[in-house]
């Protein structure tokens, strides 16, 4: 934005007579990642397995979907830095790169602006200001101060035009940010706030997980209204109520779908992610709440039992605008006994720092990319070439409850009901001492006759990546082995069973190999029905 603005901007946020100034700085309680920070003291910016020097880093350039340089421009390696250093040592370099910047962007345009952009800056440049504006050059601060006011006046009039859900989220919590902070921007809080509100109930289930279902988001989520709520208590000003209950409400569906080693189940193309930073956020956020187990708008059932967790996806998939790329996980199930893997999904490399080829990247949409039933090699889903969902599941209907000693889960989606005249059942009971779950997967006819006299269908069971198979000799179970649990037993009854090769991408974004577990059989007009268990052994 040109200098020409700066008398609209002060009228913005405050009187002629008082210079814009930071009145409040948030608390940001979330430790940052301390290899990062090192590496920038040492002059390099370091994202996933990539990094760069930062004299060879073009601040002029856009990030055009660059993750390192997107990562640059949000300016959340502040956080990083702040892990390793105190302001008098780390200040120097933050300032150093912050003018890089500032003077870049005056290059760069107004056009290169973007609301999801602005409002991560501002989240950061308020919580971290002791690191970019401790400097002594008064015109060095004064840009930077005007250049944060002018993405504020520039939020408040674009902040909805960013898609609905985690961006139009980011957008508003950084102009409340704002608002909260720079001097005069108080009595403009309201409006601020009235956008934040709106853009969460646009974007968030009445349970606190967004509507995009992906776990890697819910994780910024929390990250984004903890940095939120850390500015109202600098500003002394009142949460309000609403913004409460659904900042607690997303750490609870966020909770939801942790397995025991801390880090995320493979959900909508996502995987398990940086335990450290998932467990920094969630200490660091300010807030308290139990795993969300009965998800119905969010769609993740969790069943736990003495350190043993399944999550089944009672869902379907997202669309637009929620949604860039939809997976065919309904009913798919992972499985874990404390810090041991046991079943996955596949995933994907959303929000992580490497990048998949874009062919494999496809077809880890697949059902057959999920631990969950497959009829006829078809999708439960269509998984168009655009990303979005075609024709398939439209409705998923569950029940759970606890008796015998276990809690149970019944579920079952209506994929398949055009087009083979079939529905997928799946009933799933976790024993109460964690030592055994037992599966049914159903095929019912419903409606008409099949298309054909059988229709083949397979079960799998993508395992983690860790495990040693052993398949039994009558074809019908195997021991699967780890390193940190004991060992369980897998048997099946109503089909032949064989191990196959498969893959799951890592908490880094790479494809791993592993095995999984395949079930395969045919269902004729009168339906199907397979059960099966895993056992621990000791």
Same mark, same amino acid.
């Given at each position: 934005?040109?200098?020409?603005?700066?008398?609209?901007?002060?009228?913005?946020?405050?009187?002629?007579?008082?210079?814009?100034?930071?009145?409040?700085?948030?608390?940001?309680?979330?430790?940052?990642?301390?290899?990062?920070?090192?590496?920038?003291?040492?002059?390099?910016?370091?994202?996933?397995?990539?990094?760069?020097?930062?004299?060879?880093?073009?601040?002029?350039?856009?990030?055009?979907?660059?993750? !390192?340089?997107?990562?640059?421009?949000?300016?959340?390696?502040?956080?990083?830095? +702040?892990?390793?250093?105190?302001?008098?040592?780390?200040?120097?370099?933050?300032?150093?790169?912050?003018?890089?910047?500032? +003077?870049?962007?005056?290059?760069?345009?107004?056009? /290169?602006?973007?609301? /999801?952009?602005?409002?991560?800056?501002?989240?950061?440049?308020?919580?971290?200001?002791?690191?970019?504006?401790?400097?002594?050059?008064?015109?060095?601060?004064?840009?930077?101060?005007?250049?944060?006011?002018?993405?504020?006046?520039?939020?408040?009039?674009?902040?909805?035009?960013?898609?609905?859900?985690?961006?139009?989220?980011?957008?508003?919590?950084?102009?409340?940010?704002?608002?909260?902070?720079?001097?005069?921007? /108080?009595?403009?809080?309201?409006?601020?706030?009235?956008?934040?509100?709106?853009?969460?109930?646009?974007?968030?289930?009445?349970?606190?997980?967004?509507?995009?279902?992906?776990?890697?988001?819910?994780?910024? !989520?929390?990250?984004?209204?903890?940095?939120?709520?850390?500015?109202?208590?600098?500003?002394?000003?009142?949460?309000?109520?609403?913004?409460?209950?659904?900042?607690?409400?997303?750490?609870?569906?966020?909770?939801?779908?942790?397995?025991?080693?801390?880090?995320?189940?493979?959900?909508?193309?996502?995987?398990?992610?940086?335990?450290?930073?998932?467990? +920094?956020?969630?200490?660091?956020?300010?807030?308290?709440?139990?795993?969300?187990?009965?998800?119905?708008?969010?769609?993740?059932?969790?069943?736990?039992?003495?350190?043993?967790?399944?999550?089944?996806?009672?869902?379907?998939?997202?669309?637009?605008?929620?949604?860039?790329?939809?997976?065919?996980?309904?009913?798919?199930?992972?499985?874990?006994?404390?810090?041991?893997?046991?079943?996955?999904?596949?995933?994907?490399?959303?929000?992580?720092?490497?990048?998949?080829?874009?062919?494999?990247?496809?077809?880890?949409?697949?059902?057959?990319?999920?631990?969950?039933?497959? !009829?006829?090699?078809?999708?439960?889903?269509?998984?168009?070439?655009?990303?979005?969902?075609?024709?398939?599941?439209?409705?998923?209907?569950?029940?759970?409850?606890?008796?015998?000693?276990?809690?149970?889960?019944?579920?079952?989606?209506?994929?398949?009901?055009?087009?083979?005249?079939?529905?997928?059942?799946?009933?799933?009971?976790?024993?109460?001492?964690?030592?055994?779950?037992?599966?049914?997967?159903?095929?019912?006819?419903?409606?008409?006759?099949?298309?054909?006299?059988?229709?083949?269908?397979?079960?799998?069971?993508?395992?983690?990546?860790?495990?040693?198979?052993?398949?039994?000799?009558?074809?019908?179970?195997?021991?699967?082995?780890?390193?940190?649990?004991?060992?369980?037993?897998?048997?099946?009854?109503?089909?032949?069973?064989?191990?196959?090769?498969?893959?799951?991408?890592?908490?880094?974004?790479?494809?791993?190999?592993?095995?999984?577990?395949?079930?395969?059989?045919?269902?004729?007009?009168?339906?199907?029905?397979?059960?099966?268990?895993?056992?621990?052994?000791?």
């Amino acid at each position: 934005m040109s200098e020409g603005g700066e008398p609209r901007l002060k009228r913005w946020f405050g009187g002629k007579r008082e210079p814009l100034r930071l009145t409040a700085i948030p608390r940001d309680h979330v430790v940052g990642d301390m290899l990062v920070g090192e590496r920038l003291l040492g002059g390099r910016f370091l994202h996933g397995a990539r990094q760069v020097a930062l004299n060879q880093v073009d601040f002029n350039a856009a990030p055009g979907g660059d993750p !390192l340089l997107e990562r640059l421009h949000s300016f959340a390696w502040l956080r990083d830095l +702040a892990a390793v250093a105190g302001r008098e040592q780390a200040a120097p370099l933050g300032e150093a790169i912050t003018g890089h910047w500032l +003077a870049g962007d005056e290059r760069r345009g107004q056009d /290169v602006w973007n609301p /999801v952009g602005w409002g991560e800056r501002i989240l950061y440049w308020t919580a971290y200001a002791p690191f970019i504006l401790s400097s002594s050059d008064a015109a060095y601060r004064a840009r930077l101060v005007n250049r944060l006011a002018a993405a504020a006046r520039f939020l408040d009039k674009q902040a909805d035009k960013a898609k609905p859900g985690l961006d139009r989220i980011t957008a508003w919590a950084g102009l409340t940010v704002a608002s909260l902070t720079l001097s005069g921007g /108080v009595a403009r809080v309201a409006r601020a706030e009235s956008g934040l509100l709106r853009a969460l109930a646009q974007g968030q289930h009445e349970d606190g997980g967004l509507k995009s279902r992906a776990p890697y988001e819910q994780v910024e !989520l929390v990250d984004r209204l903890g940095l939120v709520r850390a500015a109202y208590f600098a500003a002394r000003q009142s949460l309000p109520d609403p913004l409460e209950d659904g900042a607690t409400s997303a750490l609870s569906a966020l909770h939801g779908v942790l397995m025991p080693d801390g880090g995320l189940a493979s959900w909508q193309g996502g995987n398990p992610g940086n335990p450290a930073r998932i467990a +920094a956020i969630i200490e660091g956020c300010g807030m308290r709440a139990r795993p969300l187990r009965e998800a119905r708008g969010w769609g993740y059932q969790r069943l736990s039992a003495l350190g043993t967790i399944a999550q089944v996806d009672a869902a379907r998939p997202p669309a637009n605008p929620f949604s860039d790329t939809s997976f065919a996980s309904t009913l798919a199930f992972e499985l874990a006994d404390g810090a041991q893997r046991l079943v996955m999904s596949c995933g994907g490399g959303a929000g992580s720092a490497g990048e998949l080829d874009p062919g494999l990247a496809n077809a880890l949409r697949a059902s057959a990319a999920h631990s969950t039933l497959i !009829l006829d090699n078809m999708n439960s889903t269509a998984m168009l070439d655009d990303g979005q969902p075609g024709k398939g599941v439209e409705t998923v209907e569950f029940e759970r409850g606890e008796d015998d000693g276990a809690t149970r889960l019944t579920a079952g989606h209506d994929g398949y009901h055009r087009r083979a005249g079939l529905g997928h059942e799946r009933r799933i009971a976790l024993g109460n001492d964690g030592k055994e779950i037992r599966g049914e997967d159903r095929l019912v006819p419903v409606g008409r006759r099949l298309k054909r006299k059988t229709l083949p269908f397979d079960i799998r069971f993508h395992l983690a990546p860790d495990i040693e198979v052993t398949q039994t000799a009558d074809g019908l179970g195997a021991l699967l082995r780890s390193s940190a649990a004991p060992p369980w037993q897998f048997r099946t009854r109503g089909a032949r069973l064989r191990v196959e090769p498969s893959l799951v991408v890592d908490a880094h974004g790479a494809p791993r190999e592993t095995q999984q577990l395949v079930i395969s059989d045919e269902c004729g007009k009168e339906g199907a029905a397979v059960t099966w268990h895993f056992r621990r052994s000791s």
